[in-house]
């Protein structure tokens, strides 16, 4: 990993001033990280004020693009920071001003249609984030960086020359094989299905667009096992796709026990030209097993790179220090899924190891974070390292 120090400093203008007029400033900066970085979503949280925030760049004064959230009495202030020289700082300011936001003709929009979201960013097709019409949500398709879809068609969509095993590969997912002993991983009859109760937030904005969603965890006699709520980030970057995907599992109808098996949890099938196998791609993770040898390892990140009509591309999934079980172990295939799975302990090392099932009690609840990020090139090649530095150590924005 590149050791370049980073510190951003922020002034923020908290007093509410007259339109054109600046209040006296507070500082806000963060520690120094040793990583180097492309891109990286970063977050300052300000007292709340009435009216419009505004970030600029003090070395361009450029306004930067951001996007608010109100976080209790504060308010979550984000942008992307961009390329950093080795040893170098960056500032910016965070001003509020009575005047309304200029509308901002790109960023993540999100548009609701019948059984699906679809997400653009700066006004081309990113993914639909699917909720009906399936045993589970799933996103479809996922677009890359050099507008090629990067996971498989199928089952949604039949094409020709594609594989057309596992149906259950549905393009990115999340669920698992046996939780309090119903299968919700193979789409069968007698197997569960995680149903869509409702939206808790359906956000656009100039920096990430956001899907907030209740789902119960139902088995085929329609009693519930459990539910989840799933909070999917999809950022505006320029390197690459960048998306959190953020989910928390409730035991709120008795104890819930997710069982050791390789089957789970949060999967990708990548596209068949991508395959190890059958395509000319390669596995890469954090702790330099490759290919085959990558299956059942555990790491904080895994790379899953090869040729989409020409150029190479590859999706990288990280896991950060605060995911459940971290770092988890990968259910990696040379034919082309691409699952993080915190349980299969047993599974992955033959027994070897203590039984890696799980019981949540009643009323409890367990949470999983990863960083999806689609990037041009090879592992090396794209900074996956650098990148997932990003995510486990990001800038550590504080108000003085």
Not at 115 to 130: E, H, L, Q, S
């Amino acid at each position: 990993m590149s050791r370049f120090p980073i510190r951003i400093i922020v002034f923020a203008l908290l007093g509410l001033a007259p339109a054109g007029q600046c209040a006296a400033h507070r500082a806000v900066k963060d520690s120094a990280k040793n990583y180097n970085f492309l891109e990286i979503p970063v977050s300052a949280s300000v007292p709340a004020k009435a009216g419009s925030v505004i970030v600029k760049s003090l070395d361009t004064g450029d306004v930067v693009p951001s996007q608010v959230e109100r976080d209790g009495r504060s308010l979550r202030v984000t942008w992307i920071s961009r390329a950093r020289e080795a040893r170098s700082s960056k500032g910016y300011r965070i001003e509020f001003t009575d005047r309304p936001a200029k509308p901002d003709s790109g960023g993540v929009r999100l548009k609701k249609g019948d059984g699906a979201v679809d997400v653009t960013i700066n006004g081309r097709p990113f993914t639909r984030y699917v909720y009906t019409g399936a045993p589970k949500p799933y996103c479809y398709p996922i677009i890359g960086p050099t507008g090629k879809p990067v996971t498989r068609n199928f089952p949604t969509r039949e094409v020709e020359g594609e594989s057309r095993d596992h149906p259950h590969h549905r393009s990115l997912w999340f669920t698992f094989g046996e939780v309090s002993g119903v299968n919700f991983w193979t789409e069968r009859p007698e197997g569960g299905k995680i149903v869509h109760r409702g939206f808790e937030k359906l956000v656009s904005g100039p920096v990430y667009g956001r899907i907030v969603a209740r789902n119960d965890w139902m088995s085929c006699e329609g009693k519930k096992v459990c539910e989840d709520t799933r909070d999917l980030r999809i950022y505006r970057t320029t390197s690459g796709r960048v998306m959190d995907f953020e989910i928390t599992i409730r035991a709120t109808d008795g104890p819930v026990k997710f069982v050791d098996t390789k089957e789970g949890m949060f999967g990708i099938r990548v596209a068949c030209s991508m395959e190890v196998d059958r395509g000319k791609g390669h596995i890469e993770n954090a702790r330099g097993d490759k290919d085959g040898a990558a299956w059942g390892k555990q790491a904080e990140w895994c790379d899953y790179y090869g040729p989409v009509d020409g150029e190479t591309v590859g999706i990288a999934i990280m896991d950060h220090p605060t995911s459940f079980r971290y770092p988890t172990y990968w259910h990696v295939r040379t034919y082309g899924l691409f699952a993080a799975n915190p349980f299969g302990l047993k599974a992955f090392t033959s027994g070897s190891i203590e039984d890696g099932s799980c019981t949540i009690p009643a009323g409890g609840k367990i949470t999983f974070r990863y960083r999806i990020f689609i990037h041009r090139g090879t592992t090396g090649e794209a900074g996956v390292t650098e990148a997932y530095g990003g995510y486990s150590r990001p800038p550590n924005v504080a108000v003085k």
